[in-house]
């Protein structure tokens, strides 16, 4: 079933649960495409989707393999197409390129922390520059007759032009605004400050999502009830935890709560397998590719993080589902189930998600907004 909600529409897509907080699957680089989008509908789709971010320059276009994930969406929810780029009259004109899709709204990413990326001045690079942010949001929102939304973080290396540029969001007429409650410079490695997304619910004259390690269903209701947020968008506990929006709405309406087995697991390690093959992807590159979402997946395998050191060095399709049949089909005893949490110190990207991560480990490949 195509997403039924016309590029045009005004108002928030309802959502699945009416009255329910809003759910959003973040937007990730290499990692939201149409395969995966699909998956996660399969197991509970979000309420919303955004797609990875279509870089917006002088000579751009937008990526064809990033349009696939809205014209052969079906998912049946709307998705909003993601842009990146500080060049004011090219963003306007990959604006209305992409409302000739159907796109639930447009998102502008105020966030992305890659140094390649911000040193150029877009993503979390514009966060220096309210000036220059107002220009943009004044230029997108004339152009955008319907949905207009924007992905931030608090600030670029301090949080001082934070209420400015929510002053920016309400001045132009956002629709929706996501915010990561971190720095740019703080990428991934400190506490979340749900209190300035606290201040922007209380500021914006929009709904927000709150995001930012939103681990589980329960951290989504408590964060929620923390920040008074109209939903929350959840990123890489989506990657390892595909019900986790089912979850939330069972936690939402007070209902039991699934919890996956580890062989449920191994189903969604097949899936996922099988969806992101594409012809002419060697089955080696195929595989590392598998890594970069098992990173996350081996979070709640087990504590001690054995699938995880076993995965990272599998080189075959073959290896790779006898390590996942070693460590998710438990032969001859109870089954185990997957961890709601991830297991403590148990870290999908050493490189980034650590407090003293390798200080150059953070590149565009490796973190992306
Ligand atoms: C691999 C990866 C790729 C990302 N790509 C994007 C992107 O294209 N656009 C964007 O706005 N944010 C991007 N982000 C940031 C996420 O949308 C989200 O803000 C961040 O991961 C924090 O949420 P989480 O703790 O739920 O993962 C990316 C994050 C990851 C891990």
């Known amino acids: 079933m195509p997403a039924s909600v016309p590029s045009l529409a005004t108002g928030l897509p309802p959502p699945l649960a009416q009255g329910q907080p809003l759910t959003a699957l973040a937007p990730m680089q290499d990692v939201t495409d149409l395969a995966f989008m699909r998956v996660i509908a399969h197991y509970g789709a979000p309420d919303y989707f955004f797609t990875e971010f279509f870089r917006v320059h002088a000579q751009s276009q937008p990526e064809r393999h990033i349009?696939?994930?809205i014209d052969e969406n079906?998912?049946?929810?709307?998705v909003f197409a993601q842009l990146i780029g500080e060049d004011i009259g090219h963003l306007a004109r990959t604006a209305t390129a992409l409302l000739t899709h159907n796109v639930a709204g447009i998102d502008l990413n105020l966030g992305c922390p890659a140094p390649k990326v911000y040193k150029k001045n877009v993503g979390g690079g514009l966060l220096r520059d309210p000036k220059r942010v107002g220009e943009i949001l004044a230029t997108l929102r004339a152009a955008i007759p319907g949905r207009f939304t924007v992905k931030m973080r608090i600030g670029f290396d301090d949080t001082a032009p934070f209420e400015r540029i929510l002053d920016l969001v309400n001045e132009h007429r956002v629709d929706l605004l996501s915010v990561h409650g971190r720095t740019v410079k703080e990428m991934y490695r400190s506490?979340?400050?749900?209190?300035?997304?606290?201040?922007?619910v209380t500021r914006a004259h929009c709904p927000v999502l709150a995001n930012g390690n939103i681990i589980s269903p329960g951290r989504a209701a408590?964060?929620?009830?923390?920040?008074?947020?109209?939903?929350?968008?959840?990123?890489?506990?989506a990657i390892r935890n595909p019900w986790i929006f089912r979850?939330?709405?069972?936690?939402?309406?007070?209902?039991?709560?699934?919890?996956?087995?580890?062989?449920?697991?191994?189903?969604?390690?097949?899936?996922?397998?099988?969806?992101?093959?594409?012809?002419g992807l060697p089955e080696r590159a195929?595989?590392?590719k598998m890594k970069k979402y098992l990173n996350f997946v081996g979070?709640?395998?087990?504590a001690a993080g054995e699938f995880l050191h076993d995965m990272r060095r599998d080189e075959t399709e073959t290896e790779l589902f006898a390590i996942c049949d070693r460590h998710l089909l438990i032969h001859g005893a109870a089954e185990r189930n997957f961890s709601l949490d991830p297991y403590p110190g148990v870290i999908a990207r050493p490189n980034c998600e650590t407090p003293a991560g390798a200080a150059n480990g953070c590149s565009l490949e490796t973190v992306t907004a």
């Not at 039991?256 to 992101?276: H, K, M, Q, W």
């Open 191 to 200: 506490e979340v400050h749900y209190d300035f997304i606290a201040r922007a």
């Open 299 to 302: 979070q709640s395998v087990d």
């Open 74 to 78: 079906t998912t049946g929810r709307p």
């Open 222 to 237: 408590t964060v929620l009830a923390e920040t008074r947020a109209a939903g929350v968008m959840i990123g890489r506990h």
């Open 286 to 288: 195929h595989v590392n």
């Open 67 to 69: 349009l696939r994930s």
């Open 247 to 279: 979850q939330c709405r069972e936690t939402f309406s007070g209902v039991s709560v699934f919890c996956p087995t580890l062989s449920d697991v191994r189903e969604y390690i097949e899936r996922l397998y099988y969806a992101t093959q594409t012809s």
